[in-house]
């Protein structure tokens, strides 16, 4: 995995609203209002050389690609340097969506490609999160280009359940589990280490209460995590909490699709922000 520091500096020519991406619409900077004349300047770490899908276009990238939008003047320096690397396997909520259009609440955002905002130049993320997969797929799939350049120390985010749950084999305490298992397994061999995550909630209500759909893919892996020694980021726990304490408001972590009902399972730009900075909080306490 080549891993890269990259060093922003950015001049307002004028009043202005800054987003700066690599890649696959993976955050830098969202949201970064600058005022004529101001000048921002940061570091940054990036990783390229990505994954190797079979249900979607290949990534293959041999550097990194970096685009700012919002100003026209700035400079930017990439240095390849040795990172430790985050790497993310997961579905449609972890993964890097691209840019469709709207404003952020009208597009898809998974938490995976928001890590880098938070994390600064101390960590490259390698995404390898993908949508509708499960763990099954993982381990026929996706993991095996992070086996490939997994470096002891590097780290390997795990979230899943969305679609295990659609699978009579995957149940938790059953295939679910046991795929978690042996993912975690062979991260230990490579001298990785595996952080287990729960999925997040889907913002569902069934006879006035938030569903529990996902509880027992929750308690699933924060009983694997203790068995095993690993760590656990409860992201169904923290998910669960904000939609109870922002009510009504909670509909704004959720795609809004152009036409449609409300998308309750993926998070649109401020949602993916939201759980990346919860996530990344925990990677800056525990690595």
């Known amino acids: ?75 930017a320096k990439t240095v390849e340097a040795r990172l430790p690397v985050i790497y993310c396997l997961g579905d449609s909520t972890v993964c890097d969506q691209p840019y469709d259009g709207g404003g952020p609440m009208d597009r898809c955002c998974g938490w995976g490609q928001t890590l880098p905002m938070y994390l600064g130049g101390g960590f490259a993320v390698s995404n390898h999160a993908e949508q509708g997969t499960h763990t099954g797929d993982c381990l026929k799939c996706h993991i095996l280009p992070v086996l490939r350049q997994l470096r002891p120390g590097d780290a390997v985010l795990v979230q899943f359940g969305h679609n295990d749950q659609k699978q009579p084999w995957l149940r938790p305490y059953d295939g679910y589990r046991e795929n978690l298992r042996k993912i975690a397994e062979l991260v230990g061999e490579k001298g990785g280490r595996c952080v287990l995550c729960t999925p997040i909630n889907r913002l569902i209500y069934v006879d006035g209460r938030l569903n529990d759909y996902l509880d027992e893919y929750a308690a699933a892996v924060r009983d694997l995590a203790g068995e095993m020694g690993l760590g656990c980021i409860d992201l169904q726990a923290f998910t669960t909490e904000t939609y109870l304490r922002m009510g009504e408001r909670a509909g704004e972590l959720f795609y809004h699709p152009p036409a449609g009902p409300l998308d309750r399972t993926h998070p649109n730009d401020i949602g993916g922000k939201l759980i990346g900075e919860y996530v990344s909080e925990y990677i800056k306490r525990n690595f």
């Open 1 to 75: 995995m080549r891993t890269f520091k990259i060093e922003l500096k950015i001049r307002a020519e004028k009043d202005a609203v800054i987003n700066a991406y690599t890649d696959h619409r993976r955050f830098l900077l969202s949201g970064l209002g600058l005022r004529a004349g101001e000048t921002f300047e940061g570091s940054f770490a990036a990783a390229a050389g990505e994954a190797d899908f079979q249900k979607q276009a290949n990534y293959r990238d041999e550097a990194v690609a970096l685009r700012v939008a919002g100003c026209r003047e700035y400079e």
